[in-house]
T-cell receptor, first 118, second 116 residues
Framework: AQSVTQLGSHVSVSEGALVLLRCNYS??????LFWYVQYPNQGLQLLLK??????LVKGINGFEAEFKKSETSFHLTKPSAHMSDAAEYFC????????????????FGQGTILTVHP | GAVVSQHPSRVICKSGTSVKIECRSLDFQATTMFWYRQFPKQSLMLMATSNEGSKATYEQGVEKDKFLINHASLTLSTLTVTSAHPEDSSFYICSARPGWMNTEAFFGQGTRLTVV
């Protein structure tokens, strides 16, 4: 079974500071990995995904994440936080294609609320 | 492209009534749709996987007779919460996957259900 652990339910940074949101996964085979952002009472927006190409993945809004197999990690970073980055962020994992109809099913981490201070 | 529309965005219903939530893929055919539930200040938990033309696969602990899922076409899946109770109040989110080999599923805007 797959699982995802996000270290830190709340992260607070100053505007302009580095953003680092941590995600570790557990999977018997290398999975697909995703980061999503959720604003209050809204659905999820994909920031970026890792699907076995380059280990450093660049996403939208200046975010990037690095897949480190040895550390089973997929931490999300952004060099300079903006006020508009304040939201909840979810790391998720899914199976690679194995011919099953549940392909695309996501297992989510607990979420990290990012607060950005002026 | 790849837009998923979920309706309604908010609904309030009385205990004992049923509520239907629709999830539509607007510009692609979704062979598989997923229904998630999110309790306040918690993560998303998968409720069921819905494949067009077949019965939904429910996750352990999810009552299939209470949460009826229908995926009658390649662009529409519905979740009906039957005989709703206050503990069913939650945020329900659907996602839709285009095709068998795509690595991503796209999310709807979510539905806030309040049962009074």
């Amino acid at each position: 079974a797959q699982s995802v652990t996000q270290l830190g339910s709340h992260v607070s940074v100053s505007e302009g500071a580095l953003v680092l949101l941590r995600c570790n996964y557990s999977s018997s085979v290398p999975p697909y990995l995703f980061w999503y952002v959720q604003y209050p009472n809204q659905g999820l927006q994909l920031l970026l995904k890792y699907t076995s190409a380059a280990t450093l993945v660049k996403g939208i809004n200046g975010f990037e994440a690095e897949f480190k197999k040895s550390e089973t990690s997929f931490h999300l970073t952004k060099p300079s936080a903006h006020m508009s980055d304040a939201a909840e962020y979810f790391c998720a994992v899914s199976d690679r294609y194995a011919g099953g109809t549940s392909y695309g099913k996501l297992t989510f981490g607990q979420g990290t609320i990012l607060t950005v201070h002026p | 492209g790849a837009v998923v529309s979920q309706h309604p965005s908010r609904v309030i219903c009385k205990s004992g009534t049923s509520v239907k939530i629709e999830c539509r893929s607007l510009d692609f055919q979704a062979t598989t749709m997923f229904w998630y539930r999110q309790f306040p200040k918690q993560s998303l938990m998968l409720m069921a996987t819905s494949n067009e033309g077949s019965k939904a696969t429910y996750e352990q602990g999810v009552e299939k007779d209470k949460f009826l899922i229908n995926h009658a076409s390649l662009t529409l899946s519905t979740l009906t919460v039957t005989s709703a109770h206050p503990e069913d109040s939650s945020f329900y989110i659907c996602s839709a996957r285009p095709g068998w080999m795509n690595t991503e599923a796209f999310f709807g805007q979510g539905t806030r259900l309040t049962v009074v």
